[in-house]
Nanobody, 122 residues
C-alpha cells in the first residue's frame, strides 16, 4: 500500500492555470502506475489522466486532452498535473491514485489520496 498526499488545489478564474502535486510514500514508486481522478458535486468520480511506471506513456480523458499534462518524477516520488485553460466544468475534488504494476488504460487504482479541491470561477 502507498500513502498519497495531494497539494496545489485552489480557486482560479476561467482560463487560468493550476499545478497539482502528489507525493507518494513508498520505496518502490517506480513500480506504480499513477493517475488523477476527479469528482464534481453530484457526479461520479471520473478518470482524468494516467502515467505508466516510467513516465513514458500518458493517457488523458477527452475532456482535458490538450489542456492538462501529467508527469512524474520517480527520483522524488512525485506526480504532477499541470492544468491550463481551466473551465468552470473542471471544478471538482481531484484525487491522486496508484496501482502497483497497473495498466493506465482502464486504470483501476488500489490506493487513493485524500483529494484536493479545484474551483474554477466564470
Amino acid at each position: 500500500q502507498v500513502q498519497l498526499v495531494e497539494s496545489g488545489g485552489g480557486l482560479v478564474q476561467a482560463g487560468g492555470s493550476l499545478r497539482l502535486s502528489c507525493a507518494a510514500s513508498t520505496r518502490t514508486f517506480g513500480n506504480y502506475a499513477m493517475g488523477w481522478f476527479r469528482q464534481a458535486p453530484g457526479k461520479e468520480r471520473e478518470f482524468v489522466a494516467g502515467v505508466n511506471w516510467t513516465g513514458s506513456i500518458t493517457v488523458y480523458a477527452d475532456s482535458v486532452k490538450g489542456r492538462f499534462t501529467m508527469s512524474r518524477d520517480n527520483a522524488k516520488n512525485m506526480v504532477y498535473l499541470q492544468m491550463n485553460s481551466l473551465k468552470p466544468e473542471d471544478t471538482a475534488v481531484y484525487y491522486c491514485a496508484a496501482k502497483k504494476f497497473g495498466a493506465i488504460v482502464g486504470f483501476t487504482p488500489e490506493d487513493w489520496g485524500q483529494g484536493t479541491q479545484v474551483t474554477v470561477s466564470s
